[in-house]
């Protein structure tokens, strides 16, 4: 995102080196950590697996890899190439072992429905974003098309659940937020894809504006909320929307979508600062990584 912030808002190219490194070091981190757990305590790795609603977040490391391959892309294609790769091989599996797991399932229920659901299927719309530069053309729309596919599929799914059932628990109320993320990367990747601003495209990108106009209006439910680290949530389809708002600036040559854009990108990086004080005094204070 600040590459696209950089190009098209002047944004200091310094600011994108920075966080570049920041995030680089940060995933591999949190994959360190994690590794030790699955190391350590490999029953509560294999109990995570199992779960109806916390299995959907295993993709987000492979989403992770795929997210450092698109931002190292043009500083360092050979790394990213391999990162790419990497990525998308280890989210396709990711999405054959859960899809698996829900058609053959024994302990699903509409309750357990929540958009946190399109992790592992959508999350392939993602692949294509690098994908047109490291591989074939038929690959990238291989992804694109299971993504896109199966995003109606679960949003018809999660909206009946919405609609006509209890709404989600505070704890999971921020993955309202993921809503936004498939037309949002699907547009970028369409774009990508195409290299036209075409009728389908536009489509996408609406979608994406109209539900953020919807999470917009309900902008002080979420105020209200108590702190989760599922509040992490607000992140990246927020970025997701101003890489989109920004692309569609450039794209359509409207200045209205490159203030938007520049809009958003402001109320992100507010969002993000928060969210790491929140988390920082969080865990300070022993609130985070607790059993529920």
């Given amino acids: 995102m600040t590459t696209v912030a950089h190009a098209v808002l002047g944004l200091p190219a310094l600011v994108w080196q920075v966080l570049a ?30 779960h109806p609603i916390r299995v959907n977040f295993f993709p987000t490391i492979s989403i992770g ?33 859960i899809m698996s797991g829900w058609i053959h399932h024994t302990h699903y229920d509409i309750k357990h429905a929540n958009p946190a659901w399109f992790i592992p299927v959508v999350g392939n719309i993602i692949v294509p974003v690098a994908g047109v530069r490291f591989a074939p053309p038929e690959v990238s729309w291989f992804f694109f098309s299971v993504g896109l596919v199966f995003w109606l599929v679960l949003l018809t799914i999660v909206m009946y659940r919405l609609f006509f059932h209890e709404p989600l628990p505070q704890r999971l109320a921020p ?37 953020t106009l919807l999470l917009a209006t309900n902008a002080a439910r979420f105020f209200r909320l108590p702190f989760f680290i599922s ?24 200045a209205f979508f490159t203030w938007l854009g520049g809009a958003l990108l402001a109320v992100l990086t507010v969002v993000v600062a928060l969210l790491a004080v929140r988390t920082a005094v969080a865990a300070r204070r022993g609130q985070i990584c607790l059993p529920e």
């Fill in 21 to 50: 490194v920041v995030v680089s070091v940060l995933f591999v981190f949190l994959a360190a950590v994690y590794a030790a757990k699955l190391v350590r305590h490999p029953q509560a790795v294999r109990s995570e697996r199992a």
């Fill in 65 to 97: 890899i795929l997210l450092l391959a698109i931002l190292w892309a043009d500083e360092a294609p050979g790394i990213a190439a391999v990162l790419w790769m990497a990525g998308a091989a280890l989210h396709l599996a990711f999405t054959l072992s």
């Fill in 175 to 211: 993955t309202l937020f993921i809503l936004l993320a498939p037309p949002s990367v699907g547009f970028i990747a369409y774009v990508a894809l195409t290299d036209q601003l075409d009728a389908f495209a536009r489509i996408l990108y609406h979608t994406a504006l109209f539900l």
């Fill in 231 to 254: 509040a992490w949530a607000y992140s990246f389809p927020l970025a997701a929307m101003t890489i989109a708002t920004l692309v569609m600036g450039v794209r359509s040559g409207e």
